[in-house]
């Protein structure tokens, strides 16, 4: 069983960074998508950020590209999502998620969520 650990969250101004963290566990196979998901009020959920596992290509939502950075650090099995230049659009619950498919870090059906293991979710909100 995988299981995903976020840190916590935070209140940040506009133009502001954040780091979250993902303690991932539990993986049987090398072969495996891990990132991060959004869920702002009223919104859909949608993939932010995310890395192919074993050969860490990574793939980001285009309103992000330039701003945030995905990495991962295998040998803690942490996944870290470097936020800079924080927007208000950028205010949603944050949500890392896996699963044994490397393709979902791509395809449409696991744009809005689809994916097997999800952590608990961690609030950023974008305030002055």
């Known amino acids: 069983q995988v299981t995903l650990v976020e840190s916590a969250g935070g209140l940040v101004q506009p133009g502001g960074s954040l780091r979250l963290s993902c303690a991932a566990s539990?993986?049987?196979?090398?072969?495996?998508?891990i990132g991060w998901w959004r869920q702002a009020p009223g919104k859909e959920r949608e993939r932010v950020a995310c890395?192919?596992?074993?050969?860490?290509?990574?793939h980001y939502t285009d309103s992000v590209k330039g701003r945030f950075t995905i990495s991962r650090d295998n040998a803690e099995s942490v996944v870290y999502l470097q936020m800079n230049s924080l927007e208000f659009g950028d205010t949603a619950v944050y949500y890392c998620?896996?699963?044994?498919?490397?393709?979902?870090?791509?395809?449409?059906?696991?744009?809005?969520?689809?994916?097997?293991?999800w952590g608990k979710g961690t609030l950023v909100t974008v305030s002055s």
């Open positions: 998620a896996a699963d044994y498919h490397p393709w979902h870090c791509t395809d449409i059906a696991s744009a809005n969520g689809g994916m097997d293991y």
């Open positions: 539990g993986f049987t196979a090398d072969d495996y998508a």
């Open positions: 890395v192919e596992s074993p050969d860490g290509t990574t």
